[in-house]
């Protein structure tokens, strides 16, 4: 396992980074930028073109579209890292764990994770949201419990893999304990592939949310959110396309952002899970340098 | 290849079992009883204890969870999923009514992902680096980022209320089924259009490609007569897991263009807390993922000689 690759600073996509750095410092500093309270409504200027007043007009209540959206890029921000630091912690024990330990405790946690992922995320976060109910802390809940598994199953292949080098086993002849050589030794290779991982899957996360709350089983209304603004707007979509167009392209950019971030990573050759995706673009940077080898050879004109 | 279809066939059918079960532990564990729930909403909320004992002992809400299990599954394989909490029908003549309506959306979406990302990635392999290879790479990406349901408001503000093409909601004719259609089958479209371009990539450079360029043939021409063949099994995998994927699609798209199908009463009885509505969808996507996945095995197998040997031992 390499992890030079994320420590060697110069190599890190940079630009690519700009876009998702702009929607965290809008979601920090969401209360600074916002001119208008979101939630607060006006009756005197409902459906309001825009202005200099409110730069992106106004909704049917009279809030201000701009303050909603940047307030929106906030509520996203924050769920998105609960969920993630959550369903991290719980995918990172579980697995490091499972493959730790190995044997039956292992045998059986893998089925559990193999189950959890036999089902799209999305169909078990709704599943449990109906069976927690409906709310902002129960949207969260549902989405760590759907989340964790794909974490934990690579967790416990880097601990798989780990296990096998001979510094581990050197390592337990200087008579280092299992949690010391797990913390000092192993936690670093996991932590370094999952949270790679996970910045680029944050995308997938805030386009969950919005989903759920577009469905109205996430973040409920005045709370500004880009999903359930966008179904907001639907009822005024043949007089003021605005309102639904504006939230649908924030939450666009962000995950085209986190996309972007994703593809850098896996050309950059971070290690990252073997699995569909990136099997494929390791296949075709693979097929581009053959590619390129074997023009020079024979003087085809392919890539 | 008989031995290894049986073994596949066993699979699926253990793995319907591990996840029905599975659902159906989910579901029992939830908070709030299913029969104080029934008394509720026949008598108010003030039901009392002897109403839910009653309820509970009809429903048999007090055997032991295999029992409940056993009972629940052989009833839904036969076609019994048990009454609506929410609507207070048999489920199965919902489900009659719909599965027909998300099974439209479903083949057409499929169909139309199908024929978009080959001719994209075909187009974008032959212009190989040119204008068409940086649209596609535009394409995939924006596509596979663009949340479904913005997808559908924006199809919906140009062609409904722009142009006025096709009628916004519901379903009357061929028409209507347009938008729903391109809805679901975007972000599917996009992702395998990328993996026919990767893949005929990658294919162009093993020696069945020089072979074919030591022949004579152009580009193109190795491009659809050697490559393209030898991409079908990354692209069926890839296939069937995003055709798996558009369940979530047709939540969406249903909810978004008031389609009644399946997706549309799975989010009903989420709201409404129906557990035995949502119960029995989850069976039928359990259902369908695993068919799914079996069927595109099997064409794989068919389809490919060396997987019948890698397989069958």
Known sequence: MNISAIRDIKDWPWLVLLPVIGFVLIGIFAPAIMPYDPSAQDYSATLEGMSWNHWLGTDYLGRDVFSRIVGGARISLVAMVIVLVAALAIGVTIGS????????????????????????????????????????WSMITALTLAWWANYARMSRAVVTAELQQPYIEAARVMGA?????????????????????????AGALVLAIATLSFLGLGVAP????????????????????????????????VVVSFNLLGEAFALQKVPRPVRGATLRRRRKARAREEAERNAVETGTTSA | MKRTILRRMLLACLLILAAS??????????????????????????????????????????DPLPIRYGRWLSGALAGDFGISLRTG???????????????????????????????????????????????????????ASTPNFFVAALLVIVFSVMLGWVPTFGTSGFTSWLLPWVTIALFPASVLSRVVRVNLQEAMSRPFATTG?????????????????????????????????????????????????????????????????????????????????????????????????????
């Open chain 1, 222 to 253: 005045p709370t500004p959110e880009w999903g359930q603004m966008l179904v907001d707007g639907m009822s005024y979509i043949e007089e003021v396309p605005r309102l639904v167009v504006l939230p649908g392209l924030a939450l666009t950019l």
């Open chain 2, 89 to 143: 029908k048999p489920i199965s003549s919902e489900f009659a009514a719909r599965i027909p309506m998300t099974a439209a959306l479903l083949a057409g979406g499929g169909i139309l992902a199908f024929i978009f990302s080959i001719a994209l990635g075909i187009a974008g392999a032959v212009s190989n680096g040119g204008v068409m290879d940086r649209f596609l790479h535009a394409f995939s990406l924006i596509g």
């Open chain 2, 213 to 313: 360029f030591a022949k004579g043939f152009t580009r193109t021409q190795v491009l659809l007569r050697e490559a393209l063949p030898n991409i079908a099994i990354p692209f069926l995998t890839t296939f069937g897991a995003q055709f798996t994927l558009m369940i979530i699609g047709s939540i969406v798209v249903e909810t978004v263009f008031a389609l009644r199908g399946v997706g549309a009463f799975f989010i009903e009885a989420i709201r409404f807390r129906d557990f035995i509505g949502m119960q029995s969808v989850l069976l039928l996507f359990v259902v369908f993922f695993v068919m799914v996945n079996f069927i595109v095995d099997m064409i794989c197998i068919v389809a490919d000689p060396r997987m019948r040997r890698a397989r069958g031992a």
């Open chain 1, 177 to 201: 304990g299992h949690l010391w050589i797990f913390v000092r030794h192993i936690l670093p290779h996991v932590l370094a592939l999952v949270v790679v991982y996970a910045s680029a899957d």
């Open chain 1, 97 to 136: 764990f499972a493959g730790y330990v190995g044997g039956r405790v292992e045998l059986v946690l893998i089925s559990i994770i193999d189950i959890a992922l036999a089902l799209p995320s999305l169909v078990i976060a709704l599943a449990l949201i109906g069976i927690l109910g409906t709310g902002y």
């Open chain 2, 21 to 62: 079960a599975l659902t159906f532990a989910l579901v029992a564990a939830a908070p709030g009883n299913v029969a104080a729930l029934i008394a509720e909403r026949a008598a108010g909320p003030g039901a009392d204890a002897h109403m839910i004992a009653k309820i509970g002992n009809e429903l048999g809400l007090y």
